[in-house]
């Protein structure tokens, strides 16, 4: 038996970690202007969808299609996988999850596709967690439930500057984004059920970069965790965040770090430059 993982580029893994791990990772689109990238070191970065967003170019995101799906999964067949495990954002939030749903239909072997109900690291922790129950020797079914599992026990933050984004890329409606200008607030948001809604208002960045550390600690409780903070061109603010959370949450961490890092192009275009999210998953 040889089962083999699969994600997409939100899972924010570094291509390191995903290398070591024997994670394959497929991409998601971005178009800025005229020209489609894929989401990746090599194709649409950070930097370039911050700068296409501060300029107002127009900026949209795609899934893989199921084609492209399937050439992946018969790839690791071709290598010797006898199962498959991939792991993808929220359903609600993209159109990945079906498209591995429909590859997986006609894959040679079998593919359990999960939906983490997550996004970013929220998913990225869940992969992880299938990582560790493959290498345990755990069949495809354990090792899509320890994905299950992992992305369920997982609480996904974040602040954004503006609504705006969110707003355009059709992941908050208008009338909460509108609202949220208005009042000149600063949202956290929250990943609930595989949605992102509003969880609180506060006036100023600097408090609502103060609530999420208060948030992580309280999701963190007493447990064994996982932590990640990442943000979009707004490295001072997340690394400070990170700092704060590693010495209040170094009981649960044990030898872990903190993950710090930028989110990928497919996510910065809905959330836009400023933004700073925590995602604490419980081990």
Do not use: C
């Not at 570094?14 to 990772?25: D, F, H, K």
């Not at 749903?101 to 997550?118: E, F, I, T, W, Y």
């Not at 079914?141 to 599992?149: G, I, N, T």
């Not at 209040?248 to 993950?259: F, M, N, W």
């Amino acid at each position: 038996m040889s089962v083999a993982l699969v994600t997409d580029s939100t899972s924010s893994l570094p291509a390191e970690l995903a290398a070591a791990r024997g994670i394959t990772v497929v991409p998601l689109q971005v178009v800025i202007g005229a020209t489609s990238y894929d989401e990746g070191a090599d194709g649409a970065t950070p930097e370039l969808i911050a700068e296409a967003l501060r300029s107002w170019t127009p900026v949209s995101t795609s899934r893989p299609n199921p084609e492209e799906m399937l050439e992946v999964y018969e790839g690791l067949a071709l290598e010797g996988a006898t199962e498959i495990v991939s792991v993808h954002l929220s359903a609600d939030l993209s159109g990945t999850f079906e498209s591995a749903q429909l590859a997986a239909k006609r894959a040679s072997v079998p593919v359990h596709a999960v939906d983490s109900r997550q996004v970013g690291m929220g998913s990225g922790f869940a992969v992880l967690a299938a990582a560790d129950a493959r290498d345990a020797g755990l069949d495809g079914d354990k090792v899509a439930s320890a994905a299950r599992e992992r992305a369920a026990a997982t609480t996904s933050l974040f602040y954004v500057d503006t609504l705006e984004y969110l707003r355009r890329g059709g992941r908050m409606g208008a009338a909460a984004a509108l609202l949220g200008s208005a009042l000149a607030v600063k949202p956290i948001l929250k990943v609930d059920h595989g949605r992102i809604g509003p969880f609180e208002r506060v006036r100023t960045a600097a408090r609502a970069l103060s609530r999420l550390e208060e948030l992580a600690v309280e999701a963190a409780a007493d447990d064994a965790v996982e932590v990640a903070v990442a943000h979009l061109a707004s490295p001072e603010r997340a690394g400070a965040l990170a700092e704060r959370l590693s010495s209040r949450l170094a009981e649960g961490l044990g030898d872990r770090e903190v993950h710090v890092g930028e989110i990928g192009a497919v996510l910065g275009a809905h959330v836009g430059p400023g933004m700073v999210a925590v995602v604490v998953a419980r081990r």
